[in-house]
């Protein structure tokens, strides 16, 4: 199965720490993409990371790529209590860039 | 730009009923995935459908089918419901040519509970 697994499974952390996730997958991917999920709704797009790129930014998200050890990294810095939800990293195949899969996720509490 | 829309929002049905849940993308996307998500299994593939045609199918009985309208609005079935089909089914549109550039779009999701 190519399904990332995220780590840790939970993280609870004070506001204005940072925040750091890891994702681990199986087999070549053509990118990875993170989601975040709040309470049973929808997930967002957050970032997405092809697999030519070693590191991207948006705002205070900071996602790296390692290839060669097959696995993500998600830093969410200075995080704000609005942060509290479950992030979930999501690769492509090189052979299937149209069907996603989803990792177990990790749930970030974040206190006032 | 209206986002993806899912209806209904929450579903209580019986064991042996069958359901059909809806996804409308955002306008101009052809491609629709549809996923279902568990607290045991977490989310899980169950097909795509881009210009009316299902172009990647997951790992999931015959009892869960779908279909894609020429306005690219989905429809996903569920026949004969089990317990274990209890769970959140969201839908996510993206353009679908080619390489995804900018992920997903998902909609809310429909909450089925099966009774």
């Known amino acids: 199965s190519q399904q990332g697994e995220e780590d840790p499974q939970a993280l609870s952390i004070q506001e204005g720490e940072n925040a750091t996730m890891n994702c681990s997958y199986k087999t070549s991917i053509n990118n990875l993409q993170w989601y975040r999920q709040n309470s049973g709704r929808g997930l967002v797009h957050l970032i997405l990371?092809?697999?030519?790129?070693r590191e991207k930014h948006s705002g205070r998200l900071r996602v790296t790529l390692d290839t060669s050890k097959k696995s993500s990294s998600l830093l969410i810095t200075a995080s704000r209590a609005a942060d509290t939800a479950s992030y979930f990293c999501a690769t492509a195949s090189i052979y299937n860039f149209n069907k996603f899969y989803f990792g177990s996720g990790t749930k970030l509490n974040v206190k006032p | 730009k209206a986002g993806v829309t899912q209806t209904p929002r929450y579903l209580i049905k019986t064991r042996g009923q069958q359901v059909t849940l809806s996804c409308s993308p955002i306008s101009g996307h052809r491609s629709v995935s549809w996923y279902q998500q568990t607290p045991g299994q977490g989310l899980q593939f169950l097909f795509e459908?881009?210009?009316?045609?299902?172009?990647n199918k997951g790992n999931f009985p015959g009892r869960f089918s779908g279909r894609q309208f020429s306005n690219s609005r989905s429809e996903m079935n569920v026949s004969t419901l089990e317990l274990g089909d209890s769970a959140l089914y969201l839908c996510a549109s993206s353009l679908g040519a080619g390489e995804i550039k900018g992920g997903y779009t998902f909609g809310s999701g429909t909450r089925l509970t099966v009774v």
């Open positions: 990371i092809r697999s030519n790129e």
């Open positions: 459908y881009f210009s009316e045609t299902q172009r």
